[in-house]
């Protein structure tokens, strides 16, 4: 099983920037996708989800307007594109598989770095 996050980097405040999550290894339509994000000193902090087949996206507060998740089953990949990046978004981000029976067990990727300069 692997989550494999690209798409990380510097960027300037007010520029964009699309994560993806590439999943192997499960039934990637059998699960919820979402992100999350941890700050250096902080807890995780949730960002979007999206339900199996790509609907009900939700989204953190934070980030309501700014960020956009989707995924592609064909390709059991998730993205979330960023726009008007803030410093506050600075974090390494996270990609989660949640399985939608309890049975099915949670997936985490290693995380890829996104720094705001302002």
Not at 2 to 22: F, N
Not at 64 to 90: C, E, H, P, W
């Amino acid at each position: 099983v692997q989550l494999v996050e690209s798409g990380g980097g510097l960027v300037q405040a007010g520029r964009s920037l699309r994560l993806s999550c590439a999943a192997s290894g499960f039934t990637f339509s059998n699960y919820n996708m979402r992100w999350v994000r941890q700050a250096p000193g902080n807890d995780r902090e949730f960002v979007a989800g999206i339900g199996p087949s790509g609907g009900m996206p939700y989204y953190a507060d934070s980030v309501k307007g700014r960020f956009t998740i989707s995924r592609d089953n064909a390709k059991n990949t998730v993205y979330l594109q960023m726009s008007s990046l803030k410093s506050d978004d600075t974090a390494v981000y996270y990609c989660n598989a949640a399985g939608i029976t309890p049975d099915l067990t949670d997936y985490w990727g290693q995380g890829t770095q996104v720094t705001v300069s302002s």
